[in-house]
């Protein structure tokens, strides 16, 4: 059986959204567990969806599942990001 192509279709896509929303943030940018710490808050956000070939996921979903997804994203890292840092300032405080 093989298993190494399975993959959650999110990860790629959030791993993405974080380093795009990051670019915002220019004091993220040289943290990588910073940025690991948000994509795994974000990851958690959402639901699994395994797939082995990313094409199997875009070819049964619709245009409006597509763009759900893509939206849930967004607010996922938004979310994180915002998590994330709040966190990483109330430890700095202690």
């Known amino acids: 059986m093989d298993i190494a192509s399975i993959h959650n279709w999110y990860e790629k896509a959030v ?3 974080v380093q795009a929303q990051a670019q915002h943030f220019p004091h993220l940018l040289d ?17 699994p969806r395994y797939i082995r070939h990313d094409v199997d996921l875009a070819f049964f979903q619709t245009e409006h599942e597509r763009t759900e997804s893509e939206r849930s994203v ?19 405080r202690r």
């Open 31 to 47: 943290n990588d567990d910073t940025l690991a710490d948000i994509a795994c808050v974000a990851l958690n956000r959402l639901p």
């Open 74 to 92: 967004i607010e996922a890292v938004e979310f994180a990001m915002g998590f994330v840092q709040a966190r990483n300032a109330m430890r700095a």
């Open 15 to 17: 791993f993405a959204e």
